[in-house]
C-alpha cells in the first residue's frame, strides 16, 4: 500500500487524558499537512511540514496541541489535557509539489471522541 | 485564498451526467483548481485538478472557461457509490494549505 496511512483509526479518550496520533505520508513526499474535520463542516487547516520543518501552524493549534516531523518522515499530532470540543475527524495529507502544482493526497483520519 | 461558491447539495438518479458548478470571481493568476470527494469517515480523495480550459480522467471532467471564475466538475453516468461529499477548492502553489467549504452534497438514487 503506498497511500498515506494514519494510526489508530478511532480513539476514545476521557477529558483531561493525553492523546497521540500518527502519520505515515507517501514515501517520497516532502509535504505533510494535518487538519481537522468535525461533523457537517469541511476539513480546517491545522499545521504542516516541509521534511522535518513545521512552517505554518494554524490559529486553531492551541498550546495544548504539538506536532512534530523527527525524521522528516512519520508524523505525530499530541493532543495534551484534551477538552471535549477536541472531538473530531484528524486527517493528516501529503504532497510532493511539481511544477507548480501540489497535489494533496489523504488518509483515512483518525476519529477521536472525548468524553 | 479564493474563496469557493458552491451548491449545498445536489439529486441525481444511477446512470445520469452530474455537474456541480464551482464559483470563484477572485481566483488569482498563480491559482489552480482542485477537487475532492469524501466519503463519510473517510479522508477527502483527489478527483481532478485543472488551471484552464477542460481536463480529463478516468473518472471525471473539469471544465474551466477562460476567464476561470468558476468551473465545473463533471462526472458521467453517476452510480450509487458517487454519492458523496464534494468539494471545490482553489488553491496556489506557494500558499501550501487547502482552504475547505462546507462541499456539494451529492446523493445518487436508483
Same mark, same amino acid.
Given at each position: 500500500? /503506498?497511500?498515506?496511512?494514519? $494510526? ?6 476521557? @477529558?483531561? &487524558?493525553?492523546?497521540? =496520533?500518527?502519520? $505515515? ?5 516532502? @509535504? ?8 457537517? &463542516? ?6 504542516? =511540514?516541509?521534511?522535518?520543518? &513545521? ?5 486553531? !493549534? ?19 489535557? /484534551?477538552? &471535549? #470540543? $477536541?472531538?473530531?475527524?484528524? !486527517? ?6 511539481? #511544477?507548480?502544482?501540489? /497535489?494533496?493526497? =489523504?488518509?483515512?483520519? /483518525? @476519529?477521536?471522541?472525548?468524553? | ?6 451548491? *449545498? ?22 491559482? %489552480?483548481?482542485?477537487? %475532492? ?26 471544465? *474551466? ?6 468551473? +465545473? ?9 458517487? +454519492?458523496?461529499? %464534494? ?11 487547502? *482552504?475547505?467549504?462546507?462541499? +456539494? ?6
Amino acid at each position: 500500500d /503506498t497511500g498515506v496511512s494514519q $494510526d489508530p483509526r478511532h480513539k476514545i479518550t476521557k @477529558r483531561g &487524558q493525553n492523546v497521540t =496520533f500518527r502519520c $505515515d505520508p507517501i514515501s517520497e513526499h516532502n @509535504r505533510l499537512y494535518w487538519y481537522r474535520q468535525t461533523l457537517g &463542516q469541511g476539513p480546517e487547516f491545522l499545521t504542516y =511540514f516541509q521534511n522535518e520543518a &513545521q512552517l505554518e501552524k494554524s490559529r486553531l !493549534l492551541s498550546d495544548r496541541f504539538s506536532a512534530e516531523r523527527p525524521k522528516g518522515s512519520f508524523s505525530t499530532l499530541e493532543i495534551q489535557r /484534551t477538552e &471535549q #470540543g $477536541d472531538s473530531a475527524m484528524y !486527517l493528516c495529507a501529503s504532497s510532493l509539489p511539481t #511544477g507548480g502544482y501540489e /497535489t494533496q493526497y =489523504f488518509g483515512p483520519g /483518525t @476519529r477521536l471522541l472525548v468524553l | 485564498l479564493a474563496k469557493t461558491t458552491q451548491p *449545498i447539495s445536489m439529486d441525481s438518479y444511477e446512470g445520469q451526467e452530474v455537474n456541480i458548478t464551482c464559483s470563484h470571481n477572485n481566483i488569482a493568476t498563480n491559482d %489552480y483548481i482542485t477537487w %475532492y470527494q469524501q466519503f463519510p469517515s473517510q479522508g477527502p480523495r483527489f478527483i481532478i485538478q485543472g488551471y484552464k480550459t477542460k481536463v480529463t480522467n478516468e473518472v471525471a471532467s473539469l471544465f *474551466i472557461p477562460a476567464d476561470r471564475k468558476s468551473s +465545473t466538475l463533471s462526472l458521467p453516468r453517476v452510480s450509487l457509490s458517487d +454519492t458523496a461529499v %464534494y468539494y471545490c477548492l482553489v488553491g496556489d502553489y506557494n500558499t501550501d494549505k487547502l *482552504i475547505f467549504g462546507t462541499g +456539494t452534497r451529492l446523493q445518487v438514487f436508483p
